[in-house]
């Protein structure tokens, strides 16, 4: 959904009646984690949105967020039973799902805010962003981070030149455990479709290609083995105010790591820590000290807003104007391309200790 104008032009009477009358009418399908935690909660803070159902397989999750939120709000087993009472949905499935359950709503004329990835596949990818343009809707993709204020901020100073010639970038996240969901989706590659690249690097990714443009894939390592990466290092060259810029992203699901986004220039260094969202951190080159850099707008000790209700609210004026979302499909495009050529190139990541221990328990095999 490139351009704006097929959008417009491609609407009908009834979705333009809907998309200028009051709130819009959405739905979430999806009652998951990230559904209970941040989607729900920032629908039914928002006066922009009116929330006509809820959609799960499970009957138990239907009625507990039931219960817990919007007990007058219908639930539904089946997704399509909502095609007839939803201007929009959020889609927050399994990522297998995204492809074929999103293109049944974007085709109808029914918009999507897609949790992320988009998918990790390409072909998936256009497959949905086909479906929005033929149906006149808008494809959003859930990139929460893109909306906080200190990735807008790094890249305006990035544009603006405040680093001077850019060196390198490196980005690292790393947690012991976090894997639990409340369907377990994300313990399978016939669900998930990837491991600690897909569900936690999928967000830095997309910041990547907001931030510096233009990205290849170098060289990628997991240790995968066959089943999902729990560890991945990967290695890109950005195309930067028409220079070089090597980067490289070290992810892990087994073990803390330092958590930021470094970036390196002729004047100094930039760090956002995991979480900073409202600043950045600069540490001029040739000097001991350490600042603190806030956008103008934003002053020190400013509470966190709801970033996934501004997601959903960009969401809505998309909708609302026939406009571009802040993260369109086509962004998402791009970074389930980029996650795809990375899984195809991938090399086994070395791991001494584990192969030592496979020696040794094939040592102790009686012989055959």
Known sequence: ??????????????????????????????????????????????PEVLLVGLGDTSESRLRSLKEEFCPDVPGFRDYKELFDKVDAVVLALPNFLHAPVGTEFLKRGISVLCEKPLSVRREESVQLCAAAKSGGSVLAVGFVTRFFPSTLLTHHLLETGFLGNLQSFDYEFGTAGGWETASGYNLSRETSAGGVLAISGSHFLDRMLFLFGDVDVVRFLDDSRGGLEANCKA???????????????????????????????????????????????????????????????????????????????????AIKECSEPHVSGEQGLKSAALMEECYARAERLDEPWCDATMQYFRRALPPQ
């Open 235 to 317: 290695e890109f060259l950005a195309t930067f105010d028409g220079r070089r810029l090597p980067g490289t992203i070290t992810l892990s699901k087994t073990h803390r790591l330092s958590n930021r986004l470094r970036i390196v220039g002729e004047k100094g260094v930039i760090t956002v820590a995991e979480g900073q969202s409202l600043s950045v951190t600069f540490f001029p080159s040739g000097s001991d000290l350490r600042e603190e850099i806030f956008p103008a707008s934003i002053i020190p000790g400013t509470p966190e807003q709801d970033y996934f209700r501004l997601q959903l609210e960009d969401f809505v004026r």
């Open 1 to 46: 959904m490139s351009d704006t104008n097929s959008i417009s032009s491609t609407l009908t009477a009834e979705q333009e009646t809907a998309a200028a009358r009051g709130p819009l009418r959405i739905a979430i399908v999806g009652c998951g984690s990230i559904t209970e935690g941040a989607h729900l909660p920032a629908i039914l803070a928002s």
